[in-house]
């Protein structure tokens, strides 16, 4: 999935947010450039930086939620819609970095 910094920000405007801090973001995006990570791994830098850092005024669940959507979409991918919006919730609320316990939690409901 490619994602610039342009798309995230307009997808977090049609959510009704606006960003009030993107170094976290400019990592994720950074991230995505990385040949060496997986696909989920990469998601999984981009949910970090969206539902821990709260890098947008409003919105944060709804944009990280819209890309998880959006990534098992363009593979072709089953999603568990009830455990995705769990684990966005509990990501937020127990602010969970651990990138690969976010990575495990996607592979969980994305299939």
Known sequence: MKISK??????NDGF???LRSD???????EMQENEKLGDYK???????AIL?????????????TFFALKFAEENQKQIDRELIV???LSIASKNITNIRQ???????CIK
């Not at 990469?42 to 949910?47: D, G, P, S, T, V």
């Not at 821990?52 to 990280?64: E, I, L, M, Y």
């Not at 976010?102 to 969980?108: C, G, N, P, Q």
């Open 6 to 11: 342009e798309d995230l920000l307009r997808i």
């Open 16 to 18: 009704g947010g606006n």
């Open 23 to 29: 170094s976290s973001i400019d990592f994720a995006i």
């Open 42 to 48: 990469k998601l999984a830098y981009l949910w970090r």
């Open 52 to 64: 821990v850092d709260h890098p947008f005024s409003d919105g944060n669940k709804r944009t990280a």
């Open 86 to 88: 769990h684990h966005v």
């Open 102 to 108: 976010i990575e495990w939690r996607l592979k969980s």
